[in-house]
Protein backbone atom coordinates (compact mmCIF):
# COMPACT_ATOMS: atom_id res chain seq x y z
CA UNK A 1 0.00 0.00 0.00
CA UNK A 2 3.00 2.68 1.10
CA UNK A 3 4.54 1.85 -2.65
CA UNK A 4 1.12 2.63 -4.11
CA UNK A 5 0.60 5.70 -2.25
CA UNK A 6 3.62 7.13 -2.95
CA UNK A 7 3.24 6.36 -6.39
CA UNK A 8 6.20 4.21 -6.95
CA UNK A 9 4.15 1.58 -8.33
CA UNK A 10 0.78 1.53 -10.19
CA UNK A 11 -1.63 -1.61 -10.82
CA UNK A 12 -1.24 -2.66 -14.59
CA UNK A 13 -4.31 -2.02 -16.39
CA UNK A 14 -4.54 -5.95 -17.41
CA UNK A 15 -4.18 -7.00 -14.05
CA UNK A 16 -6.82 -9.66 -12.86
CA UNK A 17 -8.76 -8.81 -9.88
CA UNK A 18 -7.14 -11.73 -7.30
CA UNK A 19 -3.61 -12.16 -8.85
CA UNK A 20 -3.09 -8.28 -8.86
CA UNK A 21 0.14 -7.38 -11.31
CA UNK A 22 2.11 -4.51 -10.15
CA UNK A 23 4.30 -2.25 -12.56
CA UNK A 24 7.35 0.23 -11.29
CA UNK A 25 7.63 3.18 -11.96
CA UNK A 26 10.36 4.35 -14.68
CA UNK A 27 11.97 6.12 -12.46
CA UNK A 28 13.84 3.63 -10.93
CA UNK A 29 15.75 2.58 -14.15
CA UNK A 30 17.23 6.16 -14.34
CA UNK A 31 20.74 6.30 -13.72
CA UNK A 32 22.22 9.13 -15.85
CA UNK A 33 21.47 12.19 -14.61
CA UNK A 34 24.43 14.27 -16.90
CA UNK A 35 21.83 16.49 -18.00
CA UNK A 36 20.37 17.77 -14.78
CA UNK A 37 23.91 18.16 -13.51
CA UNK A 38 24.77 20.10 -16.43
CA UNK A 39 21.83 22.27 -16.15
CA UNK A 40 22.89 22.69 -12.44
CA UNK A 41 26.51 23.07 -12.84
CA UNK A 42 26.93 24.83 -16.60
CA UNK A 43 30.05 24.10 -18.09
CA UNK A 44 31.78 23.46 -14.85
CA UNK A 45 29.91 20.01 -15.13
CA UNK A 46 31.14 19.38 -19.09
CA UNK A 47 34.88 20.57 -17.60
CA UNK A 48 35.44 17.60 -14.98
CA UNK A 49 36.74 14.42 -15.18
CA UNK A 50 34.26 11.23 -16.41
CA UNK A 51 35.25 9.91 -12.62
CA UNK A 52 33.85 13.06 -10.68
CA UNK A 53 30.69 13.03 -13.00
CA UNK A 54 29.94 9.86 -12.15
CA UNK A 55 30.39 10.44 -8.57
CA UNK A 56 28.25 13.72 -8.44
CA UNK A 57 25.67 11.31 -10.70
CA UNK A 58 25.85 9.22 -7.92
CA UNK A 59 25.47 12.34 -5.38
CA UNK A 60 22.51 13.35 -7.16
CA UNK A 61 20.68 10.14 -7.01
CA UNK A 62 20.73 9.81 -3.94
CA UNK A 63 20.09 13.35 -2.96
CA UNK A 64 16.78 13.09 -5.20
CA UNK A 65 15.60 9.59 -4.12
CA UNK A 66 16.94 8.72 -0.44
CA UNK A 67 14.95 9.90 2.46
CA UNK A 68 18.05 10.91 4.17
CA UNK A 69 18.87 12.63 1.13
CA UNK A 70 22.82 12.67 2.48
CA UNK A 71 25.13 10.51 1.13
CA UNK A 72 28.74 9.80 3.10
CA UNK A 73 32.28 9.08 0.92
CA UNK A 74 32.38 5.77 2.38
CA UNK A 75 28.75 5.07 1.58
CA UNK A 76 29.23 6.06 -2.40
CA UNK A 77 32.78 4.51 -2.91
CA UNK A 78 30.98 1.26 -1.63
CA UNK A 79 27.84 1.84 -3.98
CA UNK A 80 30.38 2.60 -6.85
CA UNK A 81 32.82 -0.15 -6.40
CA UNK A 82 29.72 -2.88 -6.15
CA UNK A 83 28.04 -0.99 -8.90
CA UNK A 84 31.39 -1.96 -10.89
CA UNK A 85 32.35 -5.07 -9.14
CA UNK A 86 30.89 -8.17 -7.49
CA UNK A 87 33.30 -8.86 -4.86
CA UNK A 88 35.97 -7.41 -3.11
CA UNK A 89 38.99 -9.78 -4.74
CA UNK A 90 41.60 -7.41 -3.46
CA UNK A 91 41.71 -5.74 -0.26
CA UNK A 92 44.66 -3.22 -1.88
CA UNK A 93 42.57 -2.22 -4.75
CA UNK A 94 39.48 -1.67 -2.75
CA UNK A 95 41.35 0.65 0.27
CA UNK A 96 42.81 2.28 -2.55
CA UNK A 97 39.50 2.88 -4.87
CA UNK A 98 37.99 4.09 -1.53
CA UNK A 99 40.98 6.47 -0.70
CA UNK A 100 40.46 7.79 -4.40
CA UNK A 101 36.44 8.36 -3.68
CA UNK A 102 37.33 10.46 -0.39
CA UNK A 103 40.09 12.77 -2.43
CA UNK A 104 37.31 13.44 -4.97
CA UNK A 105 34.82 14.51 -2.82
CA UNK A 106 37.45 16.79 -1.13
CA UNK A 107 38.22 18.15 -4.55
CA UNK A 108 34.29 18.73 -4.88
CA UNK A 109 33.34 20.69 -1.78
CA UNK A 110 36.67 22.96 -2.53
CA UNK A 111 34.97 23.37 -5.84
CA UNK A 112 31.32 23.82 -4.19
CA UNK A 113 29.87 21.19 -6.44
CA UNK A 114 28.93 19.59 -2.60
CA UNK A 115 28.12 20.41 0.86
CA UNK A 116 29.55 19.17 3.86
CA UNK A 117 27.08 18.35 6.38
CA UNK A 118 27.96 17.06 9.87
CA UNK A 119 31.52 16.04 11.42
CA UNK A 120 33.85 13.50 12.13
CA UNK A 121 32.10 9.99 11.37
CA UNK A 122 28.66 11.57 10.65
CA UNK A 123 30.17 13.88 7.69
CA UNK A 124 27.92 13.35 4.74
CA UNK A 125 27.10 15.30 1.78
CA UNK A 126 24.77 16.90 -0.76
CA UNK A 127 24.70 18.44 -4.13
CA UNK A 128 25.42 22.19 -3.89
CA UNK A 129 22.17 23.64 -5.34
CA UNK A 130 23.28 27.45 -4.76
CA UNK A 131 26.53 26.42 -7.13
CA UNK A 132 27.42 29.51 -8.45
CA UNK A 133 28.42 29.23 -12.48
CA UNK A 134 32.08 30.28 -13.45
CA UNK A 135 34.12 30.51 -15.99
CA UNK A 136 36.85 29.28 -14.13
CA UNK A 137 37.08 25.53 -15.46
CA UNK A 138 38.52 22.68 -12.96
Excluded at 76 to 82: K, V, Y
Amino acid sequence: QKLLSAKLISRHPHSPKYYEIYVTDRVFFLNNFGENLLELFGDNYNALPSEYKTLLQLIYQYNLYNGIKKITASKAANIQWFRENKFIHDERKYGNFKRKSRSMFNTLEKKKFIIRKGMGVHTSYELNTAFIKSTELF
